[in-house]
T-cell receptor, first 116, second 113 residues
Framework: DQQVKQNSPSLSVQEGRISILNCDYTNSMFDYFLWYKKYPAEGPTFLIS?????DKNEDGRFTVFLNKSAKHLSLHIVPSQPGDSAVYFCAASPTDYYNQGGKLIFGQGTELSVKP | EAQVTQNPRYLITVTGKKLTVTCSQN?????MSWYRQDPGLGLRQIYY???????DKGDVPEGYKVSRKEKRNFPLILESPSPNQTSLYFC????????????FGAGSRLTVL
């Protein structure tokens, strides 16, 4: 069973507009949520994270929102740029870190395309 | 430059021919891990290592082995590869910190015929 889900495989946005990428989770036992960006032929790179005790974290053009009651998080990119075109993965870090092998649990990924 | 280095980046092999994917990090991280990425499944943890000589299975360990004889290296061994191990593999490392941020290598794309 997929504990972290990204239900949109792809998203296309015009340059300068807002990109909203969504992620749902089924388990409440996560203490951090992270977003990674992945370009072709490269490894995932860390973008932004949010603690489960917060509902918003902002870093420049990137903002992550966490709605714990809905078990939902979203990544907003404003304004979107063509260089943002990549696959975005959301990931969750279990609270029982050591028993879970220190792993991150990843969603399936959403491919964002920002058109000039 | 702080990085995780994997080799080979691309490999085509045949069923049953043993292979090793090397992973090295220069950040003095104690924790290292291997993931595989498959379409529709995201990234799944294969094995992890909390420190030298300490390794354990992740979610999808079948058909893989690892070793951690020194802090910087964490090779992934496929003793008898099968076609269902065709995948994109990522090595990752992390220093202990609150947000559990992993640093990933560039990936190794493996095809088993």
């Amino acid at each position: 069973d997929q504990q972290v889900k990204q239900n949109s495989p792809s998203l296309s946005v015009q340059e300068g507009r807002i990109s909203i990428l969504n992620c749902d989770y089924t388990n409440s036992m996560f203490d951090y949520f992270l977003w990674y960006k992945k370009y072709p032929a490269e490894g995932p790179t860390f973008l932004i994270s949010i603690s489960s005790i917060k509902d918003k974290n902002e870093d420049g053009r990137f903002t992550v929102f966490l709605n714990k009651s809905a078990k939902h998080l979203s990544l907003h990119i404003v304004p979107s740029q063509p260089g943002d075109s990549a696959v975005y993965f959301c990931a969750a870090s279990p609270t029982d870190y050591y028993n879970q092998g220190g792993k991150l649990i990843f969603g399936q990924g959403t491919e964002l395309s920002v058109k000039p | 430059e702080a990085q995780v280095t994997q080799n080979p980046r691309y490999l085509i092999t045949v069923t049953g021919k043993k292979l090793t994917v090397t992973c090295s990090q220069n950040m003095n991280h104690e924790y290292m891990s291997w993931y595989r990425q498959d379409p529709g499944l995201g990234l799944r943890q294969i094995y992890y290592s909390m420190n030298v000589e300490v390794t354990d299975k992740g979610d999808v360990p079948e058909g893989y082995k690892v070793s951690r004889k020194e802090k910087r290296n964490f090779p992934l061994i496929l003793e008898s590869p099968s076609p269902n191990q065709t995948s994109l593999y990522f090595c990752a490392s992390r220093e202990y910190s609150g947000a559990n941020v992993l640093t990933f290598g560039a990936g190794s794309r493996l095809t088993v015929l």
